[in-house]
């Protein structure tokens, strides 16, 4: 009977499986990687044993659903959060399924059968074009406040995920007078945008500035290292702080990178961009994602009636942004 220790197989899924046979993107491996750090942490503080002697038998339907109320609960995870934690464990059952197939114990099989819990769809909301001039107004001209201010003029002018633009070096921007920039999204898909004169000026000065060299991180932190996530977003809550007391709105609702997409998503669909094109734009490997996203958008519109000019305003403002 092959190995029944759980630390084995682990490392069997994540170097040989992940890695080597399916040849997942780095994003996958880190979130999945976080699962069962937290699972084994659940493990050892519920169980008082230590993590090497833990068997197969200890994966059992009760054990997960108790580590999934544990992230809810306990964490303050919520349940999109605790879905994708269920999707790792799931997938790790579904190999040793294949690799063990009847040596598996039962009770860790029934794991498949644990359902992915529903949840409450909520109104997709998205920046407003004041909102978003006003957290370019809170950056500062300190070496922080540039960075910040092209990260927010990134997001707006590209459309692009956090972890998109995080994950940039100064090779992906096109050419050298920084035209386009080339973006990795889900899936490792590929897509060139163009950008703003605006940006495109920024940009150069930022890399004469920091004598940034292709490799090198084009947003990077204090240390030359590429910025995270957590960085980012703390970075952003600075500026919404900031930027608040001059516009209240921005202080009533929760402010993500992820608003940000909402709002080019928008501001495109405005200037008569149609959902086809918004999606190439966006990365949207499905369409429904697209038309889901512009249509609640369109609601929130309705409900906030945000200034948002045509595309003939626009373009009789100098240096207005304008996607063609």
Known sequence: MKSPDLNNWIQNYFQDYLVRQRNVSPATVVAYRDTFRLLLRFLCKNRRRNPDTLSLEILTPETVLAFLHHLEQTRGNAIRTRNARLAA??????????????????????????????????????????????????????WTGRRDHLLILLLYNTGARISELLALRVQD??????????????????????????????????????????????????????????????????????????????????????????????????????????????????????????TKSRRTAQNEEPSIPSRRQAASVPGQPLVM
């Not at 197939?101 to 860790?108: F, I």
């Not at 990178?257 to 966006?282: D, N, Q, S």
């Open 89 to 142: 464990l799931r997938s790790f059952v579904h190999y040793l399924v294949d690799w063990l197939g009847p040596e598996l114990p039962a009770c860790t099989q029934r794991i498949l059968a644990v359902p992915f819990k529903r949840q409450v769809k909520r109104l997709v909301g998205f920046l407003t074009k004041p909102e978003i001039e006003a957290l370019l107004a809170a950056t500062d001209d300190t």
């Open 173 to 294: 921007l096109v050419g050298t007078q920084a035209k386009q920039v080339e973006l990795q999204g889900k899936g490792r898909k590929h897509r060139r945008l163009p950008l703003w004169h605006q940006t495109q000026r920024l940009l150069r000065g930022w890399i004469r500035e920091n004598r940034l060299l292709p490799p090198m991180p084009l947003l990077p932190n204090r240390y030359g290292e590429p910025l995270t996530r957590f960085g980012a977003f703390q970075q952003i809550k600075k500026l919404v702080q900031r930027a608040s007391e001059k516009l209240p709105s921005l202080s009533r609702r929760p402010i993500s990178p992820h608003l940000f997409r909402h709002a080019t998503a928008m501001r495109m669909l405005e200037t008569g961009v149609t959902p086809e094109v918004i999606a190439l734009w966006l990365g949207h490997e499905n369409l429904n994602t697209t038309q889901g996203t512009c």
